[in-house]
């Protein structure tokens, strides 16, 4: 079971580029590292998903070393709206047995004006 | 509008007392979950179904029991609920159970806030 360490908040200002690290020293071979959003009382948002290098989508990064033991997630450009709670989840996907999936604690991020 | 419906929004509950928290997807997605969160420990998954039919215990199942009659239903129950229960919990779905090669996104719902007194 792979556990996974957050920074549990940081702050930004708008315009400025957002980097997000998460540790997952205990990562299995089949397991993906995904990235989720989210605001007060409401569910979580995918942002990400990747296995390793690089991945890029429209409205993030997220870059993974060689040996996959953390990963970090990428904001650019940052605005107000981006505040929120950011979780990395490592877990194979396919839950054949037991509780594969794990959420970091999140980071709060805070983006000011 | 496709997507994930929980009901009830929110709930007072007696302990003791039986409780069914609702969850229907319209996606024909074929994984299901259950999570629970509380302040300070982030998510945790409580069962799973990767398929109508099947379910799985996830990290912290206990007094709490789960049901896949078919797709688009899966209903969390606790049989006899505790002050311990009390918490925010969030029904999601996914297009595939997966495999080492798939790429999956969970769908969230809006969440079930369930206070139990």
């Known amino acids: 079971l792979a556990k996974t360490t957050q920074p549990i908040s940081m702050d930004s200002y708008e315009g400025q580029e957002v980097n997000i690290t998460c540790s997952h020293n205990?990562?299995?071979?089949?397991?993906?590292i995904t990235w989720y959003q989210q605001f007060p009382s409401q569910g979580p948002r995918f942002i990400i998903q990747?296995?390793?290098t690089k991945v890029t989508n429209e409205v993030a990064s997220l870059f993974i070393p060689a040996d996959r033991k953390s990963s970090t997630l990428s904001l650019p450009r940052v605005s107000l709206s981006d505040t929120a709670v950011y979780y990395c989840?490592?877990?194979?996907?396919?839950?054949?047995?037991?509780?594969?999936?794990?959420f970091g604690g999140g980071t709060r991020v805070l983006v000011k004006p | 509008i496709a997507g994930i419906t929980q009901a009830p929004t929110s709930q007072i509950l007696a302990a003791g007392r039986r409780m069914t928290l609702r969850c229907t997807q319209d996606?024909?997605?074929?994984?299901m979950y259950w999570y629970r969160q509380d302040l300070g420990l982030g998510l945790r998954l409580i069962h799973y179904?990767?398929?109508?039919?099947?379910?799985g215990k996830g990290e912290v199942p206990d007094g709490y029991s789960v049901s896949r009659a078919n797709t688009d239903d899966f209903p969390l129950t606790l049989a006899s609920a505790v002050p311990s229960q009390t918490s925010v919990y969030f029904c999601?779905?996914?297009?595939?159970?997966?495999?080492?090669?798939?790429?999956?996104?969970?769908?969230f719902g809006p969440g079930t806030r369930l206070t139990v007194l």
């Open positions: 990747g296995y390793k």
């Open positions: 989840l490592v877990g194979d996907m396919y839950l054949a047995a037991g509780n594969k999936l794990t």
């Open positions: 205990n990562i299995a071979t089949n397991d993906y």
């Open positions: 179904s990767n398929t109508a039919g099947t379910t």
């Open positions: 999601a779905s996914s297009p595939t159970s997966g495999g080492p090669s798939s790429y999956n996104e969970q769908f």
């Open positions: 996606m024909r997605h074929n994984a």
